[in-house]
């Protein structure tokens, strides 16, 4: 019964946001707020709770952003803590593939019993700094689209990022109202796309940032 009457909080609060929750997604999707509930009493995985304001930064705002992602393709989420955007976005577009990276080990084993639990397929856990993945050249240019919230952004971060993505993928970066990150000065090969709202009484924004296709004339 809890379950359900949290469903049906989401699929209302999704309303508010003008979009729509199938009853099978809401329900899945508390079932991952329970699991993160019930693990934050001892881990301390996030400070939201389930309030309207912590489900709409928790569930909304990456419901919102799914719209402006791929159905089928490779995602990788940095600094995934306790796990959102990336679960909910996984459990909405359950034909992407997901990678999660998170630097705690408790947290990481988290996003793996969040996978099993909920039965997503197609799910990877790395447990480190997201720096130490750059060592792995099978990871470059391996993702059509890189998502992060929890990440400081800078011009040395944007470089590094923007190694795991494919040529013509992009990052979607979700930012606060708070946000002072230097994005309006991306270099190539990167350029700024456009920056959607998310939910507008935290004046959150998904911000997408493409990676070109260098050719010769441009490089």
Request: glycine share 8%; net charge positive; proline share 5%.
């Amino acid at each position: 019964m809890v379950k359900r009457n949290l469903g049906t909080r989401l699929r209302k609060r999704a309303e508010r946001a003008r979009v729509t929750l199938d009853v099978g997604a809401a329900e899945k999707l508390a079932a991952y707020v329970e699991l993160l509930q019930r693990w934050n009493e001892r881990l301390n995985l996030t400070a939201l709770t389930d309030n309207d304001v912590g489900l709409d930064r928790l569930i909304i705002e990456p419901t919102i952003a799914a719209r402006h992602m791929p159905k089928t393709g490779s995602v990788i989420d940095i600094g995934s803590g306790g796990g959102s955007p990336a679960v909910p976005l996984k459990i909405l577009l359950p034909d992407l593939s997901l990678r999660m990276v998170e630097s705690k080990t408790r947290k990481g084993a988290f996003l793996r019993e969040v996978a099993r639990q909920l039965g997503l397929r197609d799910v990877e856990v790395e447990v480190c700094r997201y720096a130490e993945l750059l060592s792995r050249p099978e990871l470059h240019e391996n993702h059509d689209v890189l998502t992060a919230r929890a990440v400081r952004i800078d011009r040395k971060a944007l470089r590094n990022l923007q190694a795991f993505v494919r040529p013509g993928g992009f990052l979607g970066l979700l930012r606060g109202g708070g946000a002072t990150d230097a994005l309006s000065d991306v270099q190539p090969p990167l350029v700024w796309e456009a920056t959607y709202p998310l939910v507008e009484s935290l004046r959150s924004q998904l911000v997408v940032v493409r990676k070109l296709r260098l050719t010769r004339a441009n490089k």
